[in-house]
């Protein structure tokens, strides 16, 4: 048995993505990578679109996260967000296709006449995208 146990909820509007008692997780937030392990210093901070790495029974996953809130507390971490997706489940040729689309809806998004908050959406997007193709090649 491990010696950090940590709770770990990951939820998204659909659905509870992840809810594991781990060992420690890495989380990308506005402030930089922070690795939680048991009895951590409570932060609320804003996470990040980026790879989140996650060690459960001595073996890492990754998974890709949107944009969204993290609450660390001392043996809890609940994350808020609006996109998360388990690397492992998914096909290399569906997010390069994902990553092309994203990259297409950002160039012409900065070429039209849209508002700050959808040219936002677009980014963070694009982000969420690079993220899962950057997870996945240290997947392997």
Do not use: C
């Not at 160039?107 to 950057?134: C, H, P, T, V, Y």
């Amino acid at each position: 048995m491990a010696e950090s146990q940590i709770k770990l909820d990951i939820v998204t509007p659909d659905a509870t993505v992840y809810s594991e008692t781990v060992e420690h997780v890495v989380i990308p937030t506005l402030n930089g990578k922070i690795d939680v392990f048991q009895h951590h210093v409570p932060v609320i901070d804003k996470l990040q679109a980026g790879d989140l790495k996650i060690r459960k029974d001595g073996v890492d996953e990754l998974l890709a996260v949107g944009s969204g809130f993290v609450e660390i507390y001392s043996e809890k971490v609940s994350i808020i967000t609006d996109q998360a997706i388990k690397i492992a489940e998914v096909d290399e040729a569906e997010i390069d296709e994902a990553v092309k689309r994203a990259d297409e809806a950002l160039s012409e998004g900065s070429k039209s006449n849209i508002d700050a908050a959808q040219m936002e959406l677009l980014e963070a997007a694009a982000k969420f995208e690079r993220a899962r193709k950057l997870a996945k090649g240290k997947a392997r």
